[in-house]
């Protein structure tokens, strides 16, 4: 047998290590339960897909991994960093190491492209005009918009928004990319556009990727692991080719676009033949 050298095991270990790990998350808004007890855990550089209906707790769940939101009881973890009970100052030094996208864009209408990506950079550190620039021409140009640092977001169609949104996120090279149903409102080929952007951000930033998505075929595309939440818990954990599988009816009612009644009559049907 062969031995592995020492640094070669410390590194395999490292990367089977989650890099975020939630335990028993529970979050209500009043009466309504949104997690109920999730566990979950994301690894170097995979893409998780979080997929379920509207109001299922999709994005409550991506803004408890950034620490927007605390959850009423369970834990949160960055590494081996507990970040649930983190005071501000500290999640202010944490927050560079996680990029959002979030589903409406959110730039600022009154800065250009420039500004809007260069605004966390400036915001976070001292770095000088020229040294901003650079970064901001080569965020722009992982997204194919170097050459529009001048425009007004009122200017861009909806597919650019959405990818100056995303060297935004990028901007200090984050280990985790949040994407909070990144194709919404998009035709199929702008929609692909941001499909292969997710791709190519794993590709060649070795990012771990977390994306909120109603889009079954950008959950096709791009998801190594795709989880979905259902009345506030994970009713399904597994691939692509599992998922096609699944005789869950509620899992299959999602991914077929079909309704519940309709699913299981047809599950019925094939149990009796």
Known sequence: MVEQPANAAADSASNHRPVVRLVKVHKRFGELVVLNGVNLELHRGETTVIIGESGSG???????????????????????????????????VLRPRFGFLFQLSAL??????????????????????????????????????DGLQDKWPAQLSGGQKKRVALARAIAFDPEIVLYDEPTTGLDPPRADEINELILKLKRELGVTSVVVT???????????????LHNGEFIFDGTSKSIARSDDARVRCFVEGRCAAEVLQTLHEKGKS
């Open 58 to 92: 999709k994005s409550v769940l991506l803004n408890h991994i950034v620490r927007l939101l605390k959850p009423d009881s369970g834990e949160v973890y960055f590494h081996d960093q507990r970040i649930d009970d983190l005071p501000e100052r500290e999640l202010t």
């Open 108 to 145: 600022f209408d009154s800065l250009s492209v420039a500004q809007n990506v260069a605004f966390p950079i400036v915001e976070h550190t001292k770095k000088g005009r020229k040294e901003v620039e650079e970064i901001v021409r080569r965020k722009l140009g992982m997204v194919g918009l």
């Open 214 to 228: 109603h889009d079954m075929a950008s959950v096709r595309k791009v998801a190594d692991r795709i989880v979905m």
